[in-house]
């Protein structure tokens, strides 16, 4: 390993707490039945899993033990795969993105005392079914949508409608509404709402012509869904003579979508989405980005470094336990943060929930290329109660 490689991952290792005393080169076994080809592909946390483990390994202190294998999308595959991982004794195992998946295998995790993690998940459902071993690195949907819709009303919307299916449980369906609580809150309004099928639209004309005769036609439109469904929506508006601002979350975060929308001109300005990290030139995204890249892994946007903080987070909370029994580890992860991460300064899950907090960016589009338009911890959030 280069002598600059190893000086950049000694700082970016490193926790905000005091390390615990750790024998050298203890294991972390993780299992990782991960989507890398399926519906969820794009959204992968395997390539950044796989290049911490390599870092980590290199840097000497910890053994990293990576099991990836492919869930293709499936939740029952996942689950069996998830199955052999926690037989082979894994610390800590994931599964799709989905709580479809994730909340199956996590009740199998709890039996074998392992930590049930994903990169990506952000659903609400995960912090209400009486797990007690999850872990994830990215906001739940009601951060999501509080960054958003505060963007909304300062890009000036003051009406928007809003576009739910059942397609990804409480993503697909809550979090538009979480966002429309909070923009009305701000002193917008929701003038209407639209019903969609689910994922895999190529044609949304009825849906856009339901648009075009609201009177008034809405400022804005916000739909959590996936590329390349919204890449497709957001042409067909435009196609359709409309310069309707769109706001969504973390399914716009794909490289393509602002070709599939039909280039800079549909998206400059106002199309928007909240994300989970962004590549700050000299920051910890961008610096593991470009290492990474280096090595020869694929970049899928800010989904590769929560891939990353899974391990980061993982080898942190093994320092502050002094162990890397799984218990130990999950107890440290949710009483002794914050921990450095590489998509945002720090993370933590000191809260009745175990919900990471942590800033949220929202994106926006500048001659085609995303953007920051704001970096926040949201404060006043749906769903969750103090």
Known sequence: MRNDSKIWFGLCLGTLLPAAPALAAETIKIGAPESISGDWAPYTAAHGLRCMAELVNEAGEYKIELEVKDSKSEPQLAIALAQQMLDDKVVAVSGTPASDSLIPIGQLAADYGAIIFSAMNTQVEMFATGLDNFVTTAVPDPFNAAATAKVAYDKGARTVVLFVSDAAGTWTRALPGWFGEVFEKLGGKVTGTIEYPGFGITDWSPFVSKLKAMDPVPDAIHISSVNPDVGVLIRQLRAAGMNTMVFGSDGFDDVTLASVAGGAANVDGTVFFAAHGFPTPGGSLANFQAECAKRGYEINGAFFGLGGDVVKLLVGA?????????????????????????????????????????????????????????STRPTDVPHFKK
């Open 318 to 374: 093994a320092k502050a336990a002094g162990s890397t029994d799984p218990k130990a580890m999950l107890e440290a992860i949710y009483t002794k943060g914050p921990f450095e991460i590489i998509t945002a300064p720090t993370i933590s899950f000191d809260n009745p929930w175990h919900y990471p907090i942590k800033e949220v960016p929202v994106m926006g589009f500048q001659d085609g290329k995303p953007v920051l338009v704001s």
